[in-house]
């Protein structure tokens, strides 16, 4: 019983959190990353899931990891729309 008590995964800090919600957004979204390291990611199960291993994440966990997600896709969208316009002003030229 008590190696059973042991196993159970703690929640994770903020801040390992918010490197993993960086990192899992960064995957799905991002344009610039290596195909072998999405594909990686992916097999692991990391796309959907809330943390590098199954955790229940508390409501101020939750809250942060999706205010994480939301800023991420932000800036890569942003990123994204920078580069198009960079692209299409060289192509201009």
């Known amino acids: 019983a008590e190696a059973v008590l042991k196993s159970k995964q703690r929640q994770p800090s903020f801040f390992r ?3 993993f919600r960086m990192t899992r ?3 799905k979204y991002s344009q ?3 195909a072998a390291d999405k ?3 992916h097999n692991k199960g990391w796309t959907d ?3 590098y291993y199954k955790v229940k994440l508390g409501p ?5 990891g999706g205010m994480m997600d939301g800023m991420i896709k932000r800036m890569i969208k942003k990123d994204m729309e920078r580069k198009a316009l960079g692209n299409n002003q060289s192509n201009n030229s």
């Open 17 to 19: 959190l918010a490197i």
């Open 49 to 51: 899931s809330k943390y």
């Open 32 to 34: 610039d990353v290596l």
């Open 25 to 27: 957004t960064s995957m």
């Open 39 to 41: 594909a990686y990611f």
């Open 60 to 64: 101020l966990h939750s809250l942060f």
